[in-house]
T-cell receptor, first 113, second 113 residues
Framework: DAGITQSPRHKVTETGTPVTLRCHQT?????MYWYRQDPGHGLRLIHY???????DKGEVSDGYSVSRSKTEDFLLTLESATSSQTSVYFC????????????FGDGTRLSIL | GENVEQHPSTLSVQEGDSAVIKCTYS??????FPWYKQELGKRPQLIID?????GEKKDQRIAVTLNKTAKHFSLHITETQPEDSAVYFC????????????FGKGTHLIIQP
């Protein structure tokens, strides 16, 4: 399995609080991605990174920000969490990006009450 | 943006029979089509992928076919086994995955003993 660690694995928090999820990889892959998975929606791309300090928006980026200060870490931040952001969040990595597989971490289950 | 439709949402087959899951995509520029298997509570795992310059690819009991003209691709599983029971997701990307994947909503495959 690809060396991807997501933390925390589970989190329960309250509406309006800030939340940061971390994705750490040991593969030295250039590309990193954040997806959310909700029943009936499959996986949807939130943000992605194509290098240190290089990030871009995905399909459902509103309410989320990301940062990548070093190759191995990609952080996803919910500035002010809302109940609609209750979801399972998956990080994925890819070596070159172009036509190369994406491998997923184990996910973070986030509940916002 | 890209849109991926996946059918059926649930598929029940007898053990030993074949299963076929179909996906259509909207962006004719899409060139990379992976399939993921996800067991309950686990990460999505890549099982097979195909690039747009190839019409068919096989890996033991699994095969994927691509029809670029009709913009659809299919997953074929032969000689199904109980461990094939899972949710399967198709995905597409017009930049080979570099800026993320667009996923179908998933097919719950049930293998009946």
């Amino acid at each position: 399995d690809a060396g991807i660690t997501q933390s925390p694995r589970h989190k329960v928090t309250e509406t309006g609080t800030p939340v940061t999820l971390r994705c750490h990889q040991t593969e030295n892959h250039r590309y990193m991605y954040w997806y959310r998975q909700d029943p009936g929606h499959g996986l949807r791309l939130i943000h992605y990174s194509y290098g240190v300090k290089d990030t871009d928006k995905g399909e459902v980026s509103d309410g989320y920000s990301v940062s990548r200060s070093k190759t191995e870490d990609f952080l996803l931040t919910l500035e002010s969490a809302t109940s609609s952001q209750t979801s399972v969040y998956f990080c994925a990595i890819s070596d070159s990006g172009n036509n190369q597989p994406q491998h997923f971490g184990d996910g973070t289950r986030l509940s916002i009450l | 943006g890209e849109n991926v439709e996946q059918h059926p949402s649930t598929l029940s087959v007898q053990e030993g029979d074949s299963a076929v899951i179909k996906c259509t995509y909207s962006d004719s520029a899409s060139n990379y089509f992976p399939w993921y298997k996800q067991e309950l509570g686990k990460r999505p795992q890549l099982i097979i992928d195909i690039r747009s310059n190839v019409g068919e690819k096989k890996d033991q009991r699994i095969a994927v076919t691509l029809n670029k003209t009709a913009k659809h691709f299919s997953l074929h599983i032969t000689e199904t086994q109980p461990e094939d029971s899972a949710v399967y997701f198709c995905a597409a990307s017009f930049r080979g995955g570099a800026d993320g994947l667009t996923f179908g909503k998933g097919t719950h495959l049930i293998i009946q003993p």
